[in-house]
């Protein structure tokens, strides 16, 4: 299976994702302060952090989401991978990963350097002691990353840094403008109005996507009292599965291959469904007629953090990445490609400031208004105590039920 | 030693065993006993670290949450399908290859039936995933007559099933069918039954044990897939890419190896059902 990149129209999208953007900030109160909790929910095993660069070792093992690490091979304009070789004589080999669970399945077996983990494998990475603290002196740029995704309890425990941030974004609903219409404006298309599209919806193929659910149940039914997707007692959790079980009826097939959506949408199998900004311009590159917005019900959404394997066998390397990757230039041309927000607020100076403005990458603010990927504990997120939330391990089970 | 070797054909025969007899016992038995005792350890939700201690909760999950029921249901009526499917279509063809073919033509035969094993696995499946796709071939084909292709699903899992394991049916059956004697069928012609009562009170009866070996391998097959499903099932579970998702996606492997074993103990009974008919002494 190959596909063909073109250069990316990404500010034309951005530009559009700028417009609904606005609509979706509205109503998502004190979020991101939320989500925390799980940092003071474990205490992570004693694993000793690098203190000083050494010779490297000649390669390194990345294990990325996709479109993390492109080399041209997809597009030979789109490559930051070549020009890392060059400069540190590390040889890159890259894997891409599609859900999270994959990324910590793949780090327990120790065969990868370094991560790209969003939030909801970044902690049960570090508790598992699969990856270990960071030492960010040893990071080029660390002081231009933005201070607002520095020291977050998504990637780092009782004020010890486990990676360094890469990057932001919102999960998209996509659609085909030429079968979808009226546009649609609101999460509702792929669940209280996916009878539309019957055998026409796609959805992310991952337990994590029940927070897509639970988000749209807490714009749309107050009376539950949902005030974070990622903190669900027993009965928020029911409600959503019983509309992620509605959904499922009209579902074509889920996703988690992103070229697999991309030739779901170019066939027409799938005409509606979350999606990622990358896949959206893989798809317009293919030429099909697709558009991407940010619905006014805000999203979920992931931060993403370099961490680097406990079990490193090249760990020189795999710093050199880390540092390599975090600087403006490698950063802008990730933030493009894949359509987020860069970790590194200068690269804004190559991006142009229309991209930053579109992605609110100095946005403190709006970022703390998206929904990142958090894994579900026990312990509520959102600091209700007298109640126990549920899990990542019954999300998992009510995945599969959902499935059915 | 060597002078031994030669002289105790006891231990030549023993020697020359050994390697296929620890593949066997080695590699697969113990791969079984490490699978069931690894179904009953449990792991930790939030680090995935595998936890030692000795549980039946996975198989109580797998009793008590009735989405497991279901995914095993399908998935044995599913392969079950697949192998009456494959058996209709392919005793006919077996059929014609065994008594009516000339040599040359049960030669080329022979070769048609094996071609589809020429290529890969995962190109026959994307391609059937482009046939039953919006606008594919089905739809093109049913276009004039107002069918449309039932897209991803359950259904299009089946003819894919059917489509791969076919000449896994077709070979046992032909073998078995060319066992039957000419001079059976003649004097069966000779004593007044007609063609289809030969074949139903002659043929068929001799043929069955065939029938039941090919239908070992395409309900096994049928019964541990997880590539096909998940190209062209769309949104639809069955045993194989629930077992998957549980090793590759989730890392619950002690709960993947309790899911396991229900196919393992499913062609047990379907092997010891076989063995009664005689179809093991036919492969």
């Known amino acids: 299976m190959t596909t063909r990149m073109r250069p990316l129209a990404t500010l034309v999208g951005a530009a559009a994702l700028a417009l609904v953007a606005g609509c979706g900030t509205q109503g998502a109160s004190s979020t991101g302060t939320a989500a925390q909790g799980g940092g003071s929910a474990f205490t992570p095993p004693d694993i000793p952090m690098q203190q000083s660069m050494g010779k490297t070792e000649g390669s390194v093992n990345i294990l990325a989401w996709p479109g993390y690490a492109e080399d041209g091979s997809n597009d030979p304009k789109v490559d930051w991978v070549t020009p890392f070789e060059q400069q540190t004589g590390c040889k890159a080999n890259v894997k891409y990963f599609g859900t999270s669970d994959e990324a910590v399945n793949l780090m327990k077996t120790g065969g990868y350097d370094v991560v790209s983990a969003s939030g909801d494998a970044s902690l049960r990475l570090v508790a598992s002691g699969d990856v270990a603290p960071v030492n960010t002196a040893l990071i080029k740029d660390y002081d231009q990353i933005e201070p607002f995704l520095k020291d977050r309890p998504w990637n780092s425990v009782n004020g010890q840094m486990y990676g360094v941030p890469h990057g932001w974004g919102a999960n998209l609903l996509m659609y085909r403008t030429d079968q979808v219409k009226p546009a649609p404006t609101s999460w509702g298309a792929v669940f209280s109005d996916a009878s539309k599209y019957k055998g026409k919806v796609t959805a992310y193929d991952s337990p994590i996507y029940i927070a897509d659910a639970a988000l749209y149940l807490m714009k749309t039914q107050p009376d539950l009292g949902i005030t974070d997707p990622y903190a669900l007692d027993q009965k928020q959790l029911d409600a959503a599965v019983s509309l992620l079980k509605d959904q499922r009826q009209n579902i074509s097939e889920y996703w988690s291959d992103y070229l697999k959506e991309v030739q779901a949408f170019q066939t027409g199998n799938s005409v509606i469904g979350t999606t990622w900004k990358v896949i959206e311009q893989v798809a317009a590159g293919e030429k099909v007629p697709v558009k991407a917005i940010l619905p006014s019900e805000g999203a979920t959404g992931w931060s993403d953090t370099w961490m680097i394997s406990s079990k490193a066998k090249h760990p020189n390397c795999a710093y050199a990445w880390m540092s390599y990757i975090t600087q403006p230039k490698p950063q802008s041309e990730v933030a493009q490609y894949f359509g987020e927000a860069p970790a590194n607020g200068q690269a804004c100076a190559l991006t142009g400031e229309a991209f930053c403005k579109a992605y609110h990458v100095t946005d403190k603010a709006f970022a703390d208004k998206i929904w990142y990927w958090t894994t579900p504990i026990s312990q509520c997120l959102d600091g209700r105590t007298d109640t126990q939330c549920t899990d990542y391990g019954q999300w998992a089970q009510a995945w599969t039920e959902i499935k059915g | ?283």
């Open chain 2, 1 to 283: 030693m060597a002078f031994s070797v030669r002289r105790s054909p006891g231990l030549r025969t023993g020697l020359l065993l050994l390697p296929p007899m620890l593949w066997l016992g080695v590699a697969y038995l113990l791969a079984l006993g490490a699978l069931f005792v690894t179904s009953l350890w449990s792991q930790n939700d939030f680090t995935g670290a595998i936890e030692r201690i000795w549980t039946l909760d996975n198989y109580r999950q797998i009793w008590e949450i009735p989405v497991y029921r279901t995914i095993a249901v399908r998935t044995i009526a599913l392969a079950a399908l697949v192998t009456v499917v494959d058996a209709l279509v392919a005793f006919p063809i077996a059929l014609y290859m065994a008594k009516f073919a000339s040599p040359r033509g049960r030669r080329l035969l022979v070769i048609a039936v094996l071609m589809p094993l020429w290529a890969s696995y995962l190109v026959k499946a994307y391609a059937w995933r482009g046939i039953f796709a919006d606008g594919g071939l089905i739809d093109w084909l049913g276009k004039p007559f107002g069918i449309h292709s039932p897209g991803y699903g359950l259904l299009a899992t089946g003819v894919t099933l059917a489509y791969l394991w076919l000449p896994y049916m077709v070979l046992p059956v032909f073998a078995g069918l060319e066992r039957v004697p000419d001079s059976l069928v003649e004097a069966s012609g000779d004593l007044g039954a007609g063609a289809l009562t030969t074949l139903r009170r002659v043929v068929l009866p001799m043929a069955f044990p065939a029938l039941v070996a090919g239908s070992i391998f395409t309900f096994s097959l049928s019964l541990g897939d997880y590539i096909a499903v998940t190209i062209v099932g769309g949104p639809t579970q069955l045993l194989g890419n629930v077992i998957y998702e549980n090793v590759g996606a989730a890392n619950n492997l002690p709960f993947a190896a309790a899911l396991s074993t229900i196919p393992v103990v499913v062609m047990f009974l379907y092997l010891a059902a076989a063995r009664r008919t005689g179809a093991l002494d036919n492969l």
